[in-house]
């Protein structure tokens, strides 16, 4: 069900050395399926098809980007989107349930999916909700709980919702947080004045960045 993720990773490596943008995919093992079948008996229901499938090819990932300094700078220069993993997605479902003044886990039908470091906030699978037999990913504004199951969902699957983050930033050149308008805006304006490298700068940054990964180190240090 993932097998484009190795690949759209490669391409977004490359869109970013392009954009002079560092990025980094960091993905970790697999779910076991105890530590799946911990996380569904914790949330009183079966995790959907995509979402387990994602799991049991990394158990949670952590997505980010930082832009270079530049003159004023910008607040969403170094943002991170963290996958949840099978226990981060217990404790923060439980999270979410009790921001939204709920005791019992299984009395709402959202499942927290991912959170970004910059504003608190996360995108969660709203269960009542089902397109083509999965939940609507919706954006959970935290100072809004009560419109988080009337919110218009930013995707129709988990999947849809991975793929675009990818698509956003190697397509477009936009931000993988795609669904915060404001930010797209402001670093798209931060990306569009910075000096554009040539072919051969390209090359030389990914061969950098390649050697620097194979020996555990980040191209800054």
């Known amino acids: ?52 499938a994602f799991l049991k090819t990394s158990n949670g990932a952590t997505l980010s980007t930082t832009l270079p ?6 607040p969403w220069a170094d943002f991170s989107v963290r996958i949840y993993s099978t226990y981060q997605i217990v404790e923060e479902t439980r999270d979410v349930l009790d921001q939204a003044e709920t005791s019992a886990i299984d009395s709402v039908p959202l499942v927290a999916v991912c959170g970004y470091d910059k504003t608190g906030d996360r995108c969660l699978a709203d269960y ?19 419109a988080w199951t009337s919110a218009e969902p930013i995707a129709q699957s988990f999947e849809l ?23 797209d805006e402001d670093i798209s304006g931060v990306i569009q004045g910075l000096p554009k490298l040539s072919a ?4 030389t940054m990914l061969q950098i960045n390649e050697r620097h990964n194979r020996l555990g180190k980040s191209p800054d240090h």
Request: net charge negative; glycine share 6%; hydrophobic share 40%.
């Open 200 to 203: 051969e700068q390209i090359q």
């Open 128 to 146: 009542s909700r089902i397109s083509d037999g999965e939940p609507v990913i919706i954006d959970a504004f935290h100072e809004t709980p009560d």
């Open 69 to 74: 300094d530049t003159p004023g700078g910008t």
């Open 161 to 183: 919702w991975l793929r675009r983050m990818f698509n956003e930033f190697t397509v477009k050149g936009g931000i993988i947080w795609y669904w915060l308008p404001d930010a």
């Open 1 to 52: 069900m993932f097998e484009w993720l190795p690949s759209a990773i490669s391409e977004a490596q490359q869109r970013a050395v392009a954009l002079q943008i560092r990025w980094n995919a960091d993905f970790a093992e697999p779910a076991s399926e105890a530590e799946l079948s911990q996380c569904e008996g914790a949330l009183s229901r079966e995790l959907s098809p995509q979402h387990r």
